[in-house]
C-alpha cells in the first residue's frame, strides 16, 4: 500500500469515527433512542421573530407618489428602473434619442421596437415630460395629464 493509499484510508476511518461520535452525543438521548427534533431549542436563547419589513420588498406607500423620470434626460440604469424596461430596452432608447428623437408623451415611446400600447400604459404612472415652450422655460406635464377629455382614469397615456 502507498503512502497516498495510506492517507486516504486514515481519513475515511476519521471522518467514520467522527460521525459515529457525533451520533453518541448529539443525535441519542443518554438511554440510546433518537433524541427530540426539538431538544435543541432548550440550549438556543429565545430569537425575537424579524420584522416581516425585513422580508418584505421596498414598496413605496400607498399614498406616496410614484418615481418619475423622464426619458428624455435620463441615463440607462434609471430607466431600468422603470417596470418592463430591461437593460436591452434601456438601450433603445438611448439609440433613440441619441438619433433625435424627442418624446413630448408616453406614445411618443411607441417608437422604439419592443414599447407597446400595454407597456406604456404601465409606465404612464412612472414618466414625466419636460417640454421646453417658445420663452425656454421648462414645462413639466406628466403622462397622465395628457390623457384626453373622455379618458378621466388616465389611462390613455
Known sequence: MSRREALGCLLLL?????????????L?????????????????????APPVAAFA???????????RIDPNTCP??????LPGIGPALAERLL???AAGVHFARARD??????????TIER??????FVNRDSAGEDNKQTARS??????????CP
Open 95 to 97: 439609440a433613440a434619442r
Open 28 to 48: 441519542l438521548d443518554p438511554a440510546g433512542g433518537w433524541r427530540d427534533p426539538g431538544w435543541l431549542a432548550a440550549y438556543l436563547p429565545e430569537a425575537a
Open 123 to 128: 409606465l404612464a404612472p412612472y414618466l414625466v
Open 76 to 81: 440607462a440604469d434609471s430607466l431600468c428602473l
Open 14 to 26: 476519521t471522518v467514520l469515527a467522527t460521525g459515529r461520535l457525533v451520533r453518541q452525543l448529539v
Open 146 to 155: 395628457q390623457a384626453p377629455a373622455d379618458d378621466p382614469a388616465g389611462k
Open 57 to 67: 420588498p421596498a414598496l413605496p406607500a400607498p399614498d406616496a407618489a410614484p418615481l
Open 109 to 118: 415611446l411607441q417608437a422604439v421596437r419592443g414599447i407597446g400600447p400595454r
